[in-house]
């Protein structure tokens, strides 16, 4: 009976081990949902700018109980802002969700009526250790008023992670460490 239940316990390692990218991905999915209904127990912010190029924004740090955290860095330069929300588990990244919104001048845009086009992508990064399983895409191109909820209307699409999904996995860990604007830029490379 010990050796039968010993057997169960390393099958069920042996398959949470090799578990395949949709279930790492459900199960990331649940790891989201605990810590947006979570309220969190510290929060910090820095403000940056940086002098090389148009580039400022904060960063917000949150501690959830469990070990759980979130870095939130919401940016923006000419004609974009940029919104990246960090999920990390005991230190571990799990989850990256990019928001970039542009806009550039229609081309029936006139100094008395200006008018702008829109446009909003979503990408979700999800990570197991070091690697990026999976990333999801959407993006739609519209009036202001309009483009979230046009992108909220259309379905993700499965896409390879690229040199993004390293990008942001690098930039979560120096993000994690920052303790000042200083730190905030270096991670992206600007100063």
Do not use: N
């Amino acid at each position: 009976m010990k050796g039968c239940l010993t057997f169960l316990v390393v099958l069920g390692l042996a398959a949470t081990a090799f578990a395949g990218p949709d279930e790492r991905v459900a199960e990331i999915r649940k790891w989201y949902d605990t810590v947006q209904k979570s309220k969190a127990a510290t929060e910090r912010k820095i403000a940056f700018e940086a002098e090389s190029e148009p580039m400022s924004g904060d960063l917000t740090v949150r501690d959830f109980d469990g070990g759980w955290q979130t870095l939130v860095v919401s940016y923006g330069g000419e004609h974009v802002g940029i919104d990246e929300q960090y999920y990390f588990k005991d230190g571990a990244l799990f989850f990256v969700y990019v928001v970039t919104s542009y806009w550039r001048f229609h081309p029936d845009s006139t100094d008395e009526k200006p008018k702008t086009v829109d446009t909003r992508t979503e990408d979700r990064y999800y990570f197991d250790g070091k690697t990026c399983v999976r990333r999801l895409t959407r993006s739609a191109t519209d009036d202001a008023e309009k483009v979230p909820a046009v992108v909220a209307k259309l379905e993700q699409k499965r896409i390879e992670p690229g040199k993004e999904g390293e990008t942001h996995r690098e930039r979560a860990g120096k993000l994690l460490g920052a303790k000042a604007a200083a730190d905030v830029l270096a991670a992206f490379g600007v100063k």
